[in-house]
Structures are given as C-alpha cells and as structure tokens.
C-alpha cells in the first residue's frame, strides 16, 4: 500500500528511511527527535548531527540511521506555531518537500515520517495533517511505487483531523454499531418460523426452501447456470474503467494500490480482491454507494450496517466523499483496516 499510517514508535518502523522532526540545531530533544536519538545511538546520532552544525526552518538533512532499522536518517525542521501569520504553513510544506526530495535523492524506496511541528512546536493537528496529506499525496503521483507511512504515537492524533468526525461518530454509534438493531439474536425468531402454530392466521406458511444438495439440481440445469455467470470482479472493474476514461495508473494511484497488485488484478480474470482493495477501488473510480455495492458483489462481498468498516465506508459514500486518504484517516480513528490493504 502506498500511502498507511500506522500507530507505533518511529524509531522502532522499518524503512528505507525515517524523519527526525528535528529543531534548527539538530540536538536531541525529546518525543520523536528523543526516539531517533536514542534509536540510533544518541553519541553517533549526536556527533552526525555536529558535522552537519544546523538546519534552517523548513528544511531538512540527512545522516546514516545507525542502529535504527533504517538506512537514513532525514532530519527535518518545522516551524514552530505562532497563531498561523508568519509563513507558518509555507514553512511546513516546504520542510515535507525537503524530505521527499531527499528520499528521492537518496533512491529509496520506502519513507516513514511523524506528523512534524504537531507535537511540542504547537502546530495544530487537523492543519498539520492536511499539510501532510496534501505533500505526501504529490509526492506519490511522482513516485507511485514508494512506500510513504505516517507514524502516530496515538489514534487521537490523527482523529483530530478526520473530516466529518462528530457527524461520523454519531452515525457510528447511534445507528449501527455495538447496539445495532441489526446486530440482535435472531435465533428466537428462527424458532418461532418454524412453529406452524407462531404463522400469524392471515398469513401463507412459510415456502419451502430450496433444495440444497447438489444431486436434486439437474445436470443441464447446473451445466446452464454455471455457463451464465456473472463478470469476474476483474471483468467488471476493467469494463468500468473503460466506461470512465480512466487509465489504469490513475485508478491504482487513487485507489492507494501498488502497481503490482493492479497488474495482478488486470492478468487475473478470477481475481478475488479483499473487501479494502475493493472499496478502494470503488472510491477511485467515485462510484455512488448502488454502484460500490454492485461491483462488490462480483468479488462476493457486501457491506453491510453490522461492521464498523462497512459503516465507515457507507458513510462516506452516501457523502459523496471518494478520497481515499480522507477515509482511511477515518478508519484509523476508529481501529479498521485501511483502504488498499491487502
């Protein structure tokens, strides 16, 4: 998956690379800076940093990643907040720039970075995540098979930022999830159904259901209806991107999949993609929630109203929200696979 976040400590993520928010003078600090530190080895990190002397506001450096399970270390500096009228956030998408231009010097091929100037420096979370969002989002329309991971210490960091949360969360807990209607046993109601006594008086019984076992279903019936099945999941997506004009790298790209999982989509006709390579891939090609649901059932899956993601995802649908980043950030909050993964 190209673009994740993951809840962990930073200096503990393997990566080709991994960001230092770091201050002007490159000296240990504490949260992430103290992790990379002592990761790496706080004299060797120290003494690397020395060489280097400072880095300006918005910029960013790079040294070996030492005893860290990276290869580099790219240290870079945020601006401090200051109520948002001094270059503040200019500041911060130059200092992401820096990075990225970094990782794509150094040839890597994987990058895991924190949410820089949200901690200490006072950056408000919901701005420092779209700043972020919004940069790692180029980055990866210019290199689609990096790996870009943003690294959180907790789930509330990024559900600060997640768009229409209150709204999310009420339509969460209120109508769906842990006392859903939908989720109540069912097991009296089968047993009543069974009772002929329970069959209300104007009522017809029930129908007898249809025969299970294969041997009751005809040969030619069978061999007719297996002749007719529906498009492959891969059928029916291929055939959409077409209807739309799409290219294949716009749809892998928005829908936050590598190019060889597409590829394998595109070369497999009886492909079964997990429901989140599913749903992201209804998201980029912005189909409405009918529409999500109907490609869905060529994979064999639903969403339905008794699974947060499901819930999740709905949600967002019935908004006409198809960005894939916005609902995953949602999904993060709430401890549910994100879009993209396999």
């Given at each position: 998956?190209?673009?994740?976040?993951?809840?962990?400590?930073?200096?503990?993520?393997?990566?080709?690379?991994?960001?230092?928010?770091?201050?002007?003078?490159?000296?240990?600090?504490?949260?992430?800076?103290?992790?990379i530190?002592?990761?790496?080895?706080?004299?060797?990190?120290?003494?690397?940093?020395?060489?280097?002397?400072?880095?300006?506001?918005?910029?960013?450096?790079?040294?070996?990643?030492?005893?860290?399970?990276?290869?580099?270390?790219?240290?870079?500096?945020?601006?401090?907040?200051?109520?948002?009228?001094?270059?503040?956030?200019?500041?911060?998408?130059?200092?992401?720039?820096?990075?990225?231009?970094?990782?794509?010097?150094?040839?890597?091929?994987?990058?895991?970075?924190?949410?820089?100037?949200?901690?200490?420096?006072?950056?408000?979370?919901?701005?420092?995540?779209?700043?972020?969002?919004?940069?790692?989002?180029?980055?990866?329309?210019?290199?689609?098979?990096?790996?870009?991971?943003?690294?959180?210490?907790?789930?509330?960091?990024?559900?600060?930022?997640?768009?229409?949360?209150?709204?999310?969360?009420?339509?969460?807990?209120?109508?769906?999830?842990?006392?859903?209607?939908?989720?109540?046993?069912?097991?009296?109601?089968?047993?009543?159904?069974?009772?002929?006594?329970?069959?209300?008086?104007?009522?017809?019984?029930?129908?007898a259901?249809?025969?299970?076992?294969?041997?009751?279903?005809?040969?030619?019936?069978?061999?007719?209806?297996?002749?007719?099945?529906?498009?492959?999941?891969?059928?029916?997506?291929?055939?959409?991107?077409?209807?739309?004009g799409?290219?294949?790298?716009?749809?892998?790209?928005?829908?936050?999949?590598?190019?060889?999982?597409?590829?394998?989509?595109?070369?497999?006709?009886?492909?079964?993609?997990s429901?989140?390579?599913?749903?992201?891939?209804?998201?980029?090609?912005?189909?409405?929630?009918?529409q999500?649901?109907?490609?869905?059932?060529?994979?064999?899956?639903?969403?339905?109203?008794?699974?947060?993601?499901?819930?999740i995802?709905?949600?967002?649908?019935?908004?006409?929200?198809?960005?894939?980043?916005?609902?995953?950030?949602?999904?993060?909050?709430?401890?549910?696979?994100?879009?993209?993964?396999?």
């Open positions: 998956m190209p673009f994740s976040i993951v809840r962990n400590d930073i200096a503990r993520v393997n990566a080709d690379v991994l960001v230092n928010a770091a201050n002007e003078r490159l000296a240990a600090g504490g949260g992430v800076c103290g992790a530190f002592a990761g790496a080895g706080a004299s060797k990190m120290t003494a690397a940093c020395a060489q280097i002397g400072r880095c300006p506001t918005g910029s960013a450096v790079v040294t070996p990643g030492f005893d860290l399970p990276c290869r580099w270390v790219i240290h870079a500096v945020g601006p401090i907040w200051r109520g948002g009228s001094h270059g503040e956030r200019e500041l911060l998408r130059s200092c992401y720039r820096s990075v990225f231009a970094e990782v794509a010097r150094l040839g890597a091929a994987s990058v895991a970075f924190p949410l820089i100037s949200a901690g200490i420096f006072g950056y408000p979370v919901r701005e420092a995540l779209d700043v972020a969002r919004a940069e790692a989002s180029a980055f990866l329309d210019d290199h689609p098979d990096m790996e870009v991971t943003l690294v959180v210490f907790t789930r509330d960091v990024v559900a600060q930022g997640v768009a229409l949360l209150g709204e999310l969360r009420e339509y969460v807990d209120d109508a769906y999830v842990d006392n859903s209607p939908h989720l109540y046993d069912r097991s009296a109601e089968l047993r009543e159904l069974c009772v002929p006594d329970a069959w209300p008086l104007a009522a017809e019984p029930p129908a259901p249809a025969p299970i076992a294969g041997d009751l279903v005809p040969p030619d019936e069978l061999a007719e209806r297996l002749a007719h099945l529906d498009a492959s999941f891969s059928e029916a997506l291929l055939a959409l991107i077409d209807e739309r799409l290219t294949d790298a716009q749809v892998y790209r928005r829908a936050n999949l590598s190019r060889q999982l597409f590829s394998k989509i595109r070369s497999k006709p009886d492909y079964r993609p429901k989140p390579t599913a749903v992201a891939l209804a998201l980029a090609l912005g189909l409405t929630l009918p999500t649901q109907e490609l869905l059932a060529h994979a064999g899956l639903t969403l339905s109203r008794s699974s947060k993601f499901d819930v995802v709905e949600f967002y649908l019935a908004r006409g929200v198809h960005d894939v980043m916005t609902v995953n950030e949602a999904l993060f909050a709430f401890d549910q696979p994100l879009l993209g993964s396999q």
